[in-house]
């Protein structure tokens, strides 16, 4: 750029730039914005031996799956809070992972979103409380579970 002279040809040359900034930005914006997600989803992987790789690849998958299915998967084994929901957009599941299994209090809800059962898993064995829940939310059956077996139908 050549040094301005006079304040009119710098006014015009500030004003151009301006003008030219303002064009761009919401230019910028409608990109960035319309661009698709960059965020993995589960049917981007596919699953062998129990391990999850993403397609056309050998190598394990390790980062967080969003839409439908959200968890984090490591060194291709979901790990930590799991929700799964419905195509409505309603959640389906809601649970812990640890090392691909599930582990800890995992709820199950209908599609209009009221609990339908309610269990616990200890390194994905069935340990403890089984609830099957009526829709109005009360108890319609209930098993105990010890290390996979179940020890009996409390009603």
Do not use: C
């Amino acid at each position: 750029m050549e040094p301005v002279t006079n304040l009119l040809e710098y006014t015009k040359m500030v004003l151009r730039l301006v003008i030219r900034n303002l064009l761009l930005f919401p230019l910028l914006m409608i990109t960035l914005v319309s661009s698709p997600s960059w965020a993995e989803v589960l049917s981007d992987l596919v699953q062998r031996d129990g391990i999850y790789y993403k397609k056309f690849s050998n190598e394990p998958f390790t980062g967080r799956l969003e839409g439908k299915h959200q968890v984090y998967i490591k060194d291709g084994k979901r790990w930590g809070e799991w929700f799964e929901y419905y195509a409505n957009g309603q959640l389906f599941s809601h649970g812990w992972y640890q090392a691909n299994e599930r582990h800890g209090r995992w709820v199950f809800y209908l599609q209009d979103g009221s609990p339908h059962s309610e269990t616990y898993w200890v390194n994905g064995v069935k340990d403890g409380r089984w609830e099957l829940y009526n829709r109005d939310g009360t108890i319609h059956h209930l098993e105990i579970w010890k290390n996979g077996v179940k020890e009996r139908d409390v009603y």
